[in-house]
């Protein structure tokens, strides 16, 4: 284990997050693949709007070209003007665009649809920036059909950086879910077979960074509008929990680096630390 510093933040990196040497660098470098995280954020609640306005401010020293989203991206109704285009309208007129993963809570029907969400009609879809592979499943409805679109779409991917995200955690120590063990099963082998370097998930109420599992890095991203108070209780693989507040995490692609910081509703720093890429560019 190395402790290494970011921004002022003490920050604890153990295994393969860190090579020997390593230091963490701030966040901005001019050549990086610039994004933002956020999941289970449409409640139309204030929070949301003040994790909005938070990530808009950042993005006049950060950059972020697009931010992506873990699922429950709209509670209840599907009000699209007031769960999402109110709460983030500086970022939406700024041009940043959204890629969304759809949630339990969500409507696929209306959001694949949506122009704003980047689905293009379907529930689970691939994308690249730069040097990285996005790939974005459905874990809902995880059939055979899709199970071999994913298995044919990592295979073939030749980027440097494979980034699978989705809605429920195969790896999470939220009180309320936790680990989705059924889907690890039938998903994990596909994703350490074919050298996947992050996942992310939302769905349980919390922030949270698993230490590496099977090579892969994984992160649960889901209280950028719910919240579920003190809802984690940590074990032996969290590398940092926080559930304390409202969070979202700001992440940059640099060759074979991945920096990532994680900022509360109120623009405290929680988490910062940087993954490094398994392959050669």
Not at 5 to 33: E, F, N, T
Not at 95 to 104: L, T
Not at 202 to 221: A, L, M, N, S, W
Request: hydrophobic share 40%.
């Amino acid at each position: 284990m190395r402790r290494l510093l970011s921004l002022g933040i003490a920050v604890l990196v153990w295994g393969a997050l860190a090579s020997p040497g390593a230091q963490i660098v701030a966040l901005g470098r001019a050549d990086s693949l610039k994004f933002a995280v956020i999941g289970d954020n449409g409640t139309g609640g204030r929070p949301q709007f003040e994790v909005g306005q938070q990530m808009a401010a950042l993005r006049a020293t950060f950059p972020f070209e697009f931010v992506l989203m873990m699922g429950d991206n709209l509670y209840n109704a599907q009000d699209f003007a007031a769960k999402f285009e109110r709460p983030y309208a500086a970022l939406v007129a700024a041009g940043v665009k959204f890629y969304a993963a759809i949630g339990n809570h969500d409507d696929p029907q209306a959001q694949v649809r949506y122009p704003a969400f980047n689905m293009n009609g379907a529930r689970y879809y691939t994308f690249a920036k730069r040097n990285v592979r996005f790939v974005v499943a459905d874990t809902n409805f995880l059939d055979q059909l899709q199970l071999g679109w994913l298995e044919h779409t990592l295979k073939s991917a030749s980027e440097q950086w494979k980034i699978v995200y989705f809605h429920h955690p195969l790896y999470s120590n939220g009180d309320r879910h936790g680990s989705n063990v059924e889907l690890r099963v039938r998903l994990e082998p596909l994703l350490v077979a074919n050298g996947v370097d992050v996942v992310m998930s939302g769905h349980d109420h919390i922030y949270e960074r698993i230490r590496p599992q099977k090579g892969i890095t994984y992160f649960v991203i889901g209280s950028s509008g719910q919240l579920r108070r003190g809802g984690i209780t940590p074990s032996p693989i969290t590398a940092l929990g926080y559930a304390d507040d409202q969070a979202f995490t700001l992440m940059e692609v640099a060759g074979s680096e991945l920096i990532f910081e994680t900022r509360s509703r109120t623009g405290r720093t929680v988490d910062s630390g940087v993954i490094y890429s398994r392959r050669t560019s």
